[in-house]
């Protein structure tokens, strides 16, 4: 939970330097290895060991663990007098207990007629920015619980038809927070705008058909996933802020590169650590590219995955991917399984997936949040049910089915929650989706906190 190196006042040791914590250490560490080192009844089909099975530290590391405090009261004391201490806190702590403690509660947010909420962005503590099927980029205000409309940028060449206007399917904002690049009036080009005044950039154009995902590589580059089987780097313009007037340019893409052995690219993240990009298509491969030389290095596909939607990436480089049934978790540096997290819900496709530190936060086609321990290897329990694992269940939103649509009203009508996102703090979640159908229109969102 958190960490503060106490340094002693007066006598020699602080006041959490107690020798029989070292032996309650090396019990829970035994205890630990024990279990890891259980047969399972079904074994795993990959296994990642320690580097070492030693049960011993050596004294340097005994009087560092000695030294250090684990209680969450001398870390608020330590950070409130500002004390010249090494200290830090785990960001997901506070996710994790208001989870576990059943206190997290639905506010529902009003859309109105708008079309299925694709993707999300929380833009500061108060504001919400989001795309939409009817080609809306909306911003929602949390205090006023105002919804805003931002103008999508046009295309250069004459208007292509409906067609083309599929929906704003990605929203990205780049690390220092200064540009957001989503999907422009036309499904098929980029649209980059200047935080917090959202002021209009530029509009890339390449793809030939929707872009179904992006995601940022530093501050300026920016790499695009299309259904065209293509990936496509942008480096967004330094224009300076002297109009008076908001206009914005065209671009086009440094370089496009087409995905050997992949068909229509659906989801894409950016490794850090490794400096590779993921990208995911739909005919069930996962593809691995060099950021630095935006080469293709690996291709491989998946085992039996149905339905792929979503991809996301925790820090320390494992691949979760949404299919149908399961998320399939996967290892970086070979593109193996590691795990395979069934679904608890018959039924219930996975549609958006995130991580936050160690906890995979799962998006259902049934209306519900799940949320997935990796340290544990099981969904989170709840301390107030013991029975009863860790679930958010949305509203129903609203829905409007079409004349000529027939048995959806005979079974109960959920929402699909089609993305998700923390605010900074990891106390609040904004969820939206819409109606999985596709012939029914409807919205929803709601902001757990």
């Known amino acids: 939970m958190a960490q503060t190196v106490r340094r002693p006042i007066e006598a020699r040791y602080p006041s959490c330097y107690i020798p ?5 250490r090396r019990a829970k560490a035994r205890a630990l290895r024990l279990e890891q080192q259980r047969k399972p009844e079904k074994p795993e089909d990959f296994v990642c060991y320690s580097d070492s099975d030693s049960e011993e530290e050596t004294p340097t590391e005994q009087h560092k663990t000695l030294c250090t405090s684990y209680n969450f009261v001398d870390y608020v004391r330590s950070r409130e007098i500002q004390a010249p201490e090494p ?12 989870l576990t403690h059943d206190m997290l509660r639905e506010t529902p947010v009003n859309l109105g007629t708008v079309n299925k909420v694709f993707c999300s962005q929380w833009l500061s503590d108060r504001q919400i920015v989001f795309g939409t099927k009817c080609n809306k980029l909306l911003v929602y205000d949390v205090r006023s619980r105002s919804l805003d409309a931002i103008p999508t ?22 690390p220092s927070r200064t540009l957001l690049a989503t999907g422009a009036r036309n499904s098929c080009e980029l649209a980059i705008y200047r935080l917090p005044t959202l002021d209009p950039v530029c509009v890339g154009e390449a793809h030939k058909d929707w872009i179904l ?5 530093d501050d300026e580059f920016l790499v ?55 990208a995911l298509t739909l005919n069930g491969y996962i593809h691995v590219f060099n950021a630095a030389t935006f080469r293709q290095t690996l291709s491989r596909k998946l085992p039996s995955c149905q339905d792929l939607v979503c991809l996301a990436t925790q820090e320390s480089g494992i691949y979760a991917i949404g299919c149908k049934s399961y998320t399939l978790l996967l290892d970086c540096r070979t593109l193996q399984s590691v795990k395979k997290i069934t679904s608890r819900y018959n039924g219930c496709g996975i549609r958006s997936a995130t991580f936050r530190g160690d906890l995979l936060t799962i998006g259902t086609g049934l209306g519900l949040l799940m949320f997935y321990d990796l340290r544990a290897g099981k969904y989170l329990e709840s301390n107030i049910h013991s029975t009863k694992t860790v679930a958010l269940r949305a509203s129903r939103g609203y829905v409007f089915p079409d004349e000529g649509v027939d048995g959806y009203q005979q079974v109960k009508y959920v929402p699909a929650i089609y993305t998700h996102c923390y605010d900074d703090s990891g106390t609040r979640i904004f969820t939206a989706g819409g109606p999985l159908p596709a012939p029914l229109i409807g919205n929803y969102a709601g902001i757990w906190q």
Not at 244 to 266: D, F, M, S
């Open 20 to 24: 029989s914590r070292i032996k309650e």
């Open 87 to 98: 200290r830090m806190v785990d960001q997901s702590y506070a996710t994790r207990h208001m």
């Open 153 to 174: 940028l046009r295309p250069r060449t004459p208007w292509p038809g409906a067609e083309y206007q599929t929906g704003i399917h990605a929203l990205q904002i780049n």
């Open 213 to 217: 995902d992006m995601c940022w590589l």
């Open 224 to 278: 695009t996933g299309s259904r065209d089987s293509k990936l496509a780097l942008w480096r967004a313009p330094d224009t300076p802020i002297t109009q008076a007037t908001p206009q914005h340019n065209y671009i086009a893409p440094l370089v496009t590169r087409e995905c050997k052995a992949g068909q229509k690219v659906r989801a894409l993240t950016f490794n850090r650590r490794w400096r590779e990009i993921a």
